[in-house]
């Protein structure tokens, strides 16, 4: 029979033998979220449809290349957040050898590059907004700056969530005193939220960037 110290965290106690009402209550939240977007393109579309021509003139200001780079960095912060979950569930924390070697890394390595490439999204974001303000493209421009800004805007405030909860997620590994079954949930419904924000972008940069 397996002893405590050969089990990995996120199934000690017997946890694995009921769903768990965080990871439960986080897909409910979760999909209420999906609704709140599913409005925002449903917005986007109805909008654009009664404003081609708009749509059309500003769309061609968009940096297609730049966003590409910045989604990009997105998605893939969505495999080292799962990395970082794989490596809570084996109930392993920090790294095994050097920081170089990435196979031996644990749950605070994989979620600390997690929310690097998640704070470098929100400042590529920040730096095309920029752009755009000094290209004439702004909040009340517009009907087609209102929703750019309010699609990728509130998809940013959800981004920056998440990196909140990063920190909450990597504080906890540091003020207890072992990793406990609670710390590995936690883990994982962050990466739900984490994985969730990076579908619904994917959504709104397909919508956004290359449907013309």
Not at 41 to 49: E, K, S
Not at 100 to 106: A, E, P
Request: charge should be neutral; aromatic fraction near 14%.
């Amino acid at each position: 029979m397996a002893t405590t110290a050969t089990i990995p965290a996120s199934r000690l106690h017997g946890h694995h033998d009921r769903p768990s009402m965080v990871s439960v209550g986080t897909i409910i939240w979760l999909a209420s979220e999906l609704m709140f977007f599913a409005a925002l393109f449903g917005a986007y579309f109805t909008i654009r449809a009664v404003s081609p021509d708009l749509w059309a003139q500003d769309t061609t200001v968009l940096d297609v290349p730049f966003a590409s780079v910045n989604t990009t960095i997105l998605v893939l912060s969505s495999l080292t957040c799962q990395l970082g979950v794989f490596a809570a569930e084996r109930g392993q924390v920090g790294r095994r050898g050097g920081i170089l070697d990435v196979r031996g890394w644990g749950l605070r390595e994989w979620f600390f590059l997690t929310y690097v490439m998640g704070a470098i999204f929100i400042a590529g974001q920040a730096v095309e907004y920029a752009n755009l303000v000094q290209e004439g493209i702004t909040m009340q421009s517009s009907a087609y700056g209102s929703m750019f800004y309010l699609t990728t805007g509130f998809h940013g405030i959800h981004v920056t969530g998440g990196l909140i909860a990063f920190l909450f997620v990597l504080g906890r590994t540091y003020l207890a005193r072992k990793f406990t079954h609670e710390q590995a949930v936690s883990a994982i419904v962050v990466s739900y939220y984490w994985h969730f924000v990076d579908v619904v972008w994917i959504g709104l940069f397909a919508t956004i960037y290359l449907i013309k």
